[in-house]
């Protein structure tokens, strides 16, 4: 069994900075991670991901060179440095594991994924 706790959510001006993080507890050897988000009215959307067993990162178009994902291998915990939030980055943050090692297409695709999170709330005000 995998758990994800999340953590680093809140309330930042535009143009600011928030560093998500999300630690994973149980099998996670060889596994992908990423971080979707939810606004509200709107479908669960890619965000980025990552794999465990490489450095391989594959972000959605919207927030490429803006946010950056890593990953603490010893501490099993992956981060999300969002930076020039815009409010349209406003949602709920979820971090997702799968135990298999996806292809960039697959990383994108939230049915591949075995575990969520609970989510943490992030809000951009203008």
């Known amino acids: 069994q995998v758990q994800l706790v999340e953590s680093g959510g809140g309330l930042v001006q535009a143009g600011g900075s928030l560093r998500l993080s999300c630690t994973a507890s149980g099998r996670t050897f060889s596994s992908s991670m990423a971080w979707f988000r939810q606004a509200p009215g709107k479908e669960r959307e890619f965000v980025t991901g990552i794999r465990w067993s490489g450095s391989s990162t594959y972000y959605a178009g919207s927030v490429k060179g803006r946010f950056t994902i890593s990953r603490d291998d010893a501490k099993n915990t992956v981060y999300l440095q969002m930076n020039s939030l815009k409010p349209e980055d406003t949602g709920v943050y979820y971090c997702?594991?799968?135990?298999?090692?996806?292809?960039?297409?697959?990383?994108?695709?939230?049915?591949?994924?075995?575990?969520w999170g609970q989510g943490t709330q992030v809000t951009v005000s203008s």
């Open positions: 997702a594991l799968s135990i298999n090692a996806l292809s960039d297409s697959a990383l994108a695709d939230h049915e591949n994924y075995d575990y």
